[in-house]
């Protein structure tokens, strides 16, 4: 029958199989695909209250290193960085954090008491007692936290960490 608009059986079957087949593997596979990059897409912002150590642990004037680590899980992979600060008391209600990264390149800063600053091994960076720089290549002081990133509860000072 040529010209009819009639479909055999057969044709029938095929299309109505391609069809069923087409919607299930569409309600199968986008759960899926979702399922397998959503975690990798997915942007972690992390913030929490870390305990420093007790307040009267900390010296007068004199920068004590403190350091704790964080965890992170960023899709399926879970990274622990460790982080270091300086933690200068100035009163017992009022305190200085200071990180201990160089502004240049990131190297990790220690205290010299006997020169009373920072220094960076790496390219030799100075840093005063306030995270001022004194000398060398980096372009702007340490970082320093206090106000509301600080705060004193049960003798225990928690410094506000943010990261993401």
């Not at 972690?44 to 004037?61: H, N």
Request: aromatic share 8%; charged share 20%; glycine share 10%.
């Amino acid at each position: 029958m040529a010209g009819s608009n009639h479909i055999s059986r057969r044709d029938f079957i095929k299309l109505a199989t391609v069809a069923v087949g087409t919607v299930i593997g569409v309600g199968v596979g986008l759960p899926a695909i979702d399922f397998l990059i959503a975690p990798a897409l997915k942007v972690t912002k992390s913030d929490a209250w870390i305990p420093l150590g007790k307040i009267e642990t900390f010296e007068a004037g004199k920068p004590t290193p403190v350091s704790f680590t964080r965890s992170q899980v960023n899709g399926w992979e879970k990274t622990v960085t460790s982080h270091g600060v300086f933690v200068i008391k100035k009163s017992d209600t009022n305190f200085l954090v200071l990180s201990n990264k160089c502004t240049h390149l990131g190297c990790s800063v220690s205290w010299k008491d006997d020169r009373q600053e920072f220094l960076c091994p790496c390219h030799d960076a100075q840093f005063g007692l306030d995270g001022s720089v004194l000398g060398g290549p980096p372009p702007r002081p340490l970082d320093s936290f206090s106000g509301d990133r600080l705060k004193v509860e049960q003798g225990v000072l928690l410094f506000h960490y943010q990261e993401g």
